[in-house]
């Protein structure tokens, strides 16, 4: 089970092992535009920048500014936060005599605050009545239990687990799925996805892995139809097998689970039908379950069920996100693009435990279940969790204060809303949520480029190329000093 301090959905790429979320940004070019910067460079007589433009042809030159770009989107990025709320807020209302009133056009805008911050607020609330049911069995003199015990009497614990890891599981958008392959994709001055330059050839070496899965899908597809038409009608559990036989997405799920990358195709298919077919022997009126399948079959539905739900949950952000691709790019784009349109994919996220979640208070549970102990009629952690619940229990408070700075400073302003049911809305913890996740995705589509940040602030350009700033000077050698230090490091020899 993986830590509880990965709060955050691991980015999963097509072949990209989970990495930590990186700063989204506009490196659409990478080494090459750093090349590309680097050859423009005007040295002349000046010995500073030749040692720059040496520096940014070398992989560690490259990393320094790359560490710089990203600093300098972070902070764009931050300050675009800052500023956001009178812009989400001048987008929808418009002042008069000391109020906010809405403008004409946005009762669709209103009905979508309304019902989306009932939804939120009935999805904390159930997070709220499983954090109480295990708070107020808590009976522990341990450090660990008592943090534990103020951690989940908190009011906004419930608000920081929804924020960080339920709201995406239960109620996935296209944002969620941005989440899963941030480490994959930027976004372009557009909103448009671009993959990232230095996954390139591992996605290319994935999409080829997939092609046997592809390949398969038609032919499961068609087996199982035909073995759908031979189930007798008996009862309703053969009646739920013809159905669920027909269904694409099970289809899918064959195919993810039984056709294994770099294995023969065709032996694989065989298992799978002959698998298929001991479920089953042959009678007058068609194929029925065997004694021994009825007793697997159960699980089997069920467990295809739970996996078809979460697959309807994240169909349309799938699709969504796959439209933001920009396919046009070139030949590797557009195959991504068509890679998402199959339902393999949706087989493969809701292989992930946590695409499964169906509620908060599923979650609550199983965030805790294997932690905490029964003990004298309550409930303990577990000596060998302590540390890692005191870690977690830590972690949550630095959240709830980061996001109650972020939500007292918007009553001032969402204040001024002239209609009372909107602006209660708003003033609420649901609405602020609401207010908040708006405005961060409009600034998570938003183009930011590092890159071109930095040299502006140093650089001048003229019909000859890149001129650095007189009064740039430290901050250029501060980054030889840097890459100074990082060929240093390699040129160590530790053995």
């Known amino acids: 089970m993986k830590p509880w301090t990965t709060t955050l959905l691991s980015a999963i790429a097509l072949a990209v092992s989970p990495v930590n979320l990186p700063p989204a940004c506009a490196w659409q070019n990478g080494e090459l535009a750093l090349e590309q910067f680097?050859?423009?460079?005007?040295?002349?007589?000046?010995?500073?920048?030749?040692?720059?433009?040496?520096?940014?042809?070398?992989?560690?030159?490259?990393?320094?500014?790359?560490?710089?770009?990203?600093?300098?989107?972070?902070a764009a990025r931050e300050e675009a936060r800052q500023n956001a709320l009178p812009g989400y807020l001048d987008e929808h209302f418009e002042e008069a005599a000391g109020q906010l009133v809405l403008?004409?056009?946005?009762?669709?805008?209103?009905?979508?605050?309304?019902?989306?911050?009932?939804?939120?607020q009935a999805d904390v609330d159930e997070i709220q009545s499983a954090i109480d049911a295990i708070a107020g069995q808590l009976t522990g003199d341990h450090e660990a239990d008592k943090l534990l015990k103020r951690v989940l009497s908190h009011p906004l614990t419930a608000w920081v687990l929804y924020a960080t890891e339920v709201r995406q599981r239960?109620?996935?958008d296209e944002r969620s799925i941005l989440e899963l392959y941030q480490s994959v994709f930027v976004s372009g001055p557009s909103g448009e996805l671009v993959i990232r330059?230095?996954?390139?050839?591992?996605?290319?070496?994935?999409?080829?892995?997939?092609?046997?899965?592809?390949?398969?899908?038609?032919?499961?597809?068609?087996?199982?139809?035909?073995?759908?038409?031979?189930?007798?009608?008996?009862?309703?559990?053969?009646?739920?097998?013809?159905?669920?036989?027909?269904?694409?997405?099970?289809?899918?799920?064959?195919?993810?689970?039984?056709?294994?990358e770099g294995s023969d195709l065709e032996e694989r298919l065989r298992n799978l039908f002959n698998s298929i077919d001991n479920f089953f022997e042959d009678h007058s009126d068609g194929r029925r379950l065997t004694d021994d399948a009825?007793?697997?079959?159960?699980?089997?539905?069920?467990?295809?069920?739970?996996?078809?739900?979460?697959?309807?949950?994240?169909?349309?952000?799938?699709?969504?996100?796959?439209?933001?691709?920009?396919?046009?790019?070139?030949d590797l784009h557009q195959r991504v693009q068509h890679a998402f349109d199959s339902t393999l994919v949706l087989a493969m996220l809701t292989e992930r435990g946590d695409m499964?979640?169906?509620?908060?208070?599923?979650?609550?549970?199983?965030?805790?279940?294997?932690?905490?102990?029964?003990?004298?009629?309550?409930?303990?952690?577990?000596?060998?969790?302590?540390?890692?619940?005191?870690?977690?229990?830590?972690?949550?408070?630095?959240?709830?204060?980061?996001?109650?700075?972020?939500?007292?400073?918007?009553d001032e302003r969402v204040g001024k809303i002239a209609e009372s049911e909107l602006r209660d809305t708003f003033l609420s913890d649901a609405g602020k949520y609401l207010m908040i996740r708006a405005i961060n995705q409009q600034i998570a589509n938003r183009?930011?480029?590092?890159?071109?940040?930095?040299?502006?602030?140093?650089?001048?350009?003229?019909?000859?190329?890149?001129?650095?700033?007189?009064?740039?000077?430290?901050?250029?050698?501060?980054i030889l000093e840097q890459v100074r230090e990082i060929q240093a490091q390699l040129e160590k020899d530790d053995f």
Request: proline share 2%.
């Open 38 to 74: 680097a050859d423009r460079i005007v040295t002349d007589d000046n010995e500073l920048a030749k040692k720059i433009q040496d520096a940014m042809r070398s992989p560690a030159g490259q990393t320094v500014l790359r560490e710089r770009a990203s600093v300098m989107e972070t």
């Open 103 to 120: 403008k004409s056009g946005q009762e669709e805008f209103r009905a979508d605050v309304i019902r989306q911050t009932a939804e939120y």
């Open 170 to 172: 239960i109620r996935p």
């Open 197 to 260: 330059p230095g996954v390139r050839a591992r996605i290319e070496e994935q999409l080829s892995r997939g092609n046997a899965r592809r390949r398969a899908l038609g032919r499961i597809e068609d087996e199982l139809k035909i073995i759908s038409g031979e189930i007798a009608p008996v009862d309703d559990v053969h009646q739920q097998l013809k159905e669920l036989f027909q269904d694409e997405y099970f289809a899918a799920f064959c195919c993810y689970d039984a056709i294994g």
């Open 294 to 330: 009825r007793n697997e079959i159960g699980d089997l539905i069920s467990r295809v069920n739970g996996r078809r739900e979460a697959a309807m949950r994240l169909r349309e952000p799938v699709n969504r996100f796959a439209r933001r691709i920009d396919a046009g790019r070139d």
């Open 356 to 410: 499964r979640t169906t509620s908060g208070s599923q979650f609550v549970r199983e965030r805790f279940e294997d932690r905490l102990q029964e003990s004298s009629g309550g409930l303990t952690v577990k000596e060998e969790q302590r540390d890692e619940v005191v870690e977690y229990a830590r972690e949550l408070l630095q959240y709830q204060r980061q996001l109650r700075r972020r939500l007292a400073g918007i």
């Open 447 to 478: 183009g930011y480029d590092g890159l071109a940040m930095w040299i502006n602030e140093h650089f001048t350009e003229t019909a000859d190329g890149y001129v650095a700033h007189d009064d740039s000077s430290a901050e250029l050698e501060a």
